[in-house]
């Protein structure tokens, strides 16, 4: 048992350097996390793995997937401890931030939970007038169906009005399109 956990420290050791030594040279577009081993934290762990082998199964999977990126996106800070995996959802990267954490970005972009967004906002203090700023990006989110239907109403109205121009014009033209115009030597002969 001894020399097993000496193993595992040593295992432990060498994906961490590993991981260390890739994220000291400042990749900016992506990073190296070293998982030596994913603890299945379940009351029936048996229920994650394929019967009889050391694979785990559908299930087993999607724990691990949700395991591993929350542990991406939350950092090494991520404590899966008190959570509840088959009820918790995934984090979300925040909007300021770049969609894969790397070391570089580690630092400056937060990932919160639901309830601690709201705890945060519920505390924030609200201007005097009662007027707040809303991002560009949320007011066309917000809006986004009165924005296509005012899209499709400046085209419909368009197209009405530069048809009705050119249909106008070819009613009026004496001679068709397509047909050929006399040379003006031909109709002096």
Not at 118 to 124: G, K, L, V
Request: proline share 6%.
């Amino acid at each position: 048992m001894r020399r097993y956990r000496s193993l595992v420290i040593e295992w432990r050791e060498v994906f961490l350097r590993v991981q260390n030594e890739f994220n000291s040279l400042n990749h900016t577009t992506f990073g190296v996390l070293a998982i030596p081993r994913l603890p299945i934290h379940s009351r029936e762990p048996e229920s994650l793995l394929v019967p009889g082998k050391p694979v785990l199964n559908r299930k087993g999977h999607t724990y691990a997937a949700k395991w591993l990126w929350n542990r991406l996106m939350t950092g090494p800070s991520f404590n899966f401890s008190n959570m509840v995996f088959s009820q918790d959802s995934y984090y979300c990267p925040s909007v300021g931030c770049p969609y894969f954490r790397t070391v570089q970005n580690l630092e400056r972009c937060s990932v919160l939970a639901e309830d601690e967004y709201q705890r945060i906002h519920a505390t924030t203090i609200r201007p005097v007038n009662g007027t707040v700023k809303i991002p560009h990006r949320v007011v066309v989110r917000n809006n986004l169906v009165e924005i296509i239907a005012l899209v499709v109403f400046l085209c419909l109205i368009s197209v009405s009005v530069l048809g009705t121009f050119f249909y106008c014009h070819g009613r009026r033209a004496t001679v068709g399109r397509f047909e050929t115009v006399p040379d003006d030597a031909s109709i002096t002969k």
